[in-house]
């Protein structure tokens, strides 16, 4: 056979590139890096645990229930208190041209994945600053030990019965790592590396990250569930929302997330595109920083609720997409409070409240927002301007700082906001989803709790209400729990909004979750 040139080969490659379907979706931020447990926003979990990673178990949005993920089945004991875990048989790690796995996923990987977590004597435990989803949800205290019965059983013991264990299992920071890229990486002193050079069993690569332009991802040929349909994934970055629409329109990609709502209405009357949309499991919301004066006092904390005109505010941020919020987590949530008092645009009340809180000429402060829209904040400017606005009439002056994505996560999980626009998903439908993360004392210290409140009574019903499997008990002791976060007005809730997405209309398979949570494996490109 005599051989072949480079330009014949050159030409045989041609009929394979074009055959080639890349997916390109266009999102609103940078991820703050790719250890995902490192972090707790959604757009870190979307660029990370949703397409590089798999959990033991995952959460079926259409069936709401746990499901399994890398662990094929599971038992748990009658006590609630150990769990047992039977995982899959060659399941690949993901090989790269900086790693190549010598063996599949076994149970060491899950052993490595908890335990740097929870165990502050383990060797990775110190190379995070902290893992603010594992301490919010007390994890070093709930759970006793992680063991390995064989390469493919793991038991996890929990000190005391905790019925969101399980379903926490299917959040992103629960996600499994690789032990032995783990191990390379520590021998090499090169452990921030996992931030920048990830691993997972998920179904697709990583193959680089441009920060404020691009992520580029292929496709897993080794995935062991459906295999994705498209041989490569790009996220192009794009902040603005406009221009997400018009890269949309154009070709440039085939997705685009967080529309703002008029983009979605003349998204409607365009034959190129579609709408794709679903309630959303969120809520956005003001936190008011309950460790700076005069935040910690709840007479201004209730003043800010009575202060601001919401209906307005969902007039013209969300227009018409979004239903007002009162309570952290949307009504159509089991334990859901309907009886409790709803604050009501009252600036007369405002400004009582304020004088009995000694403040009668108001004061000054500071008001954070992110300079991008999304689902929970479709048009960030305009939201703090009203804010801002409605403020000044009771003698509040606030400055509006606009402040990019990461270092907004990152300085307002350090408590340094005075009042900041936020937002929360939760991973699989349950209340403690939002009660935890936002409302406990350990969230505080993991900087989760963006009210910054710490109260023993409420800690405990958060606390008392995950001991119980009985959704009646849980019920009544969630209940207490929002009246005190009502009472005490620890947020300004804003919004329940409709999760939206805009597609080309040749893309099909693909859904938008009422998590938030991203799945492009099943998206098809025609």
Not at 392 to 417: D, N, P, T, Y
Not at 470 to 492: T, V
Request: charged fraction near 20%; include cysteine; charge should be positive.
């Amino acid at each position: 056979m005599r051989p072949t040139s480079l330009a014949a080969l050159t030409l045989l490659a041609l009929p394979l590139l074009a055959n080639a379907k890349s997916l390109t979706v266009c999102t609103d931020a940078n991820p703050e890096g790719f250890d995902v447990v490192q972090y707790n926003s959604l757009v870190t979990t979307n660029a990370s645990a949703d397409v590089l990673m798999n959990r033991l178990v995952e959460f079926d949005t259409a069936k709401s229930r746990v499901v399994p993920g890398l662990a094929e089945r599971w038992e748990v004991s009658p006590d609630g208190l150990t769990y047992t875990f039977t995982l899959r048989r060659s399941v690949a790690f993901h090989t790269t041209d900086y790693f190549k796995p010598t063996r599949p996923l076994n149970a060491d990987d899950v052993l490595f994945s908890i335990n740097r977590m929870i165990d502050p004597n383990h060797p990775w435990y110190k190379t995070a600053a902290s893992y603010p989803h594992a301490q919010s949800m007390q994890w070093p205290k709930l759970i006793k030990a992680v063991s390995k019965v064989d390469d493919h059983t793991v038991k996890i013991e929990l000190n005391q019965p905790d019925a969101t264990f399980l379903s926490s299992l299917t959040m992103g920071f629960a996600s499994i790592y690789s032990a032995e890229y783990a191990d390379k990486l520590l021998s090499a002193g090169k452990t921030v590396e996992l931030n920048s050079k990830p691993i997972g069993t998920g179904p697709f690569v990583f193959k680089s990250f441009q920060k404020d332009a691009v992520v580029r991802y292929s496709a897993n040929p080794q995935y062991f569930g459906t295999k994705p349909k498209v041989d490569s994934l790009v996220y192009a970055i794009t902040p603005d929302a406009t221009v997400r629409v018009q890269k949309l329109k154009s070709g440039e990609c085939q997705i685009a997330l967080g529309p703002k709502p008029q983009d979605v209405q003349q998204a409607r009357g365009d034959d190129h595109l579609k709408v794709v949309q679903t309630p959303a499991f969120m809520t956005a919301f003001v936190a008011p920083n309950s460790q700076h004066k005069p935040f910690d006092k709840a007479e201004v904390r209730q003043a800010l609720n009575y202060a601001f005109d919401k209906a307005n505010y969902l007039k013209v941020v969300f227009e018409g997409t979004a239903t007002a919020a009162n309570r952290p987590f949307p009504p159509n949530t089991w334990s859901y409070d309907k009886a409790l008092a709803d604050y009501s645009y009252n600036p007369a009340k405002a400004k009582a409240l304020l004088a009995k809180a000694g403040y009668p000429n108001g004061f000054d402060t500071t008001i954070w927002v992110r300079p991008s829209g999304s689902v929970l904040n479709p048009n960030p400017k305009a939201g703090a301007e009203l804010l801002q606005s409605d403020l000044a009439k009771v003698g509040i002056k606030a400055q509006v700082k606009v402040i990019e994505w990461g270092e907004l996560i990152k300085r307002g999980k350090a408590g340094e906001h005075d009042l900041l626009f936020m937002g929360w998903s939760g991973d699989n439908g349950d209340p403690d989803n939002f009660l935890t993360p936002q409302f406990s004392c350990a969230a505080v210290q993991s900087g989760t709790n963006f009210a910054r409140y710490c109260n023993a009574k409420l800690d405990k019903l958060i606390s008392d209400g995950k001991r119980t499997s009985k959704l009646a008990e849980r019920s009544k002791l969630y209940h207490q729990a929002q009246k005190i976060i009502n009472d005490q007005a620890l947020w300004l809730p804003l919004a329940y909004p409709t999760a939206f997405a805009l597609t080309r209309s040749n893309v099909s398979g693909y859904r938008v979750s009422p998590f938030g949570r991203q799945d492009f494996a099943s998206v098809t490109v025609n």
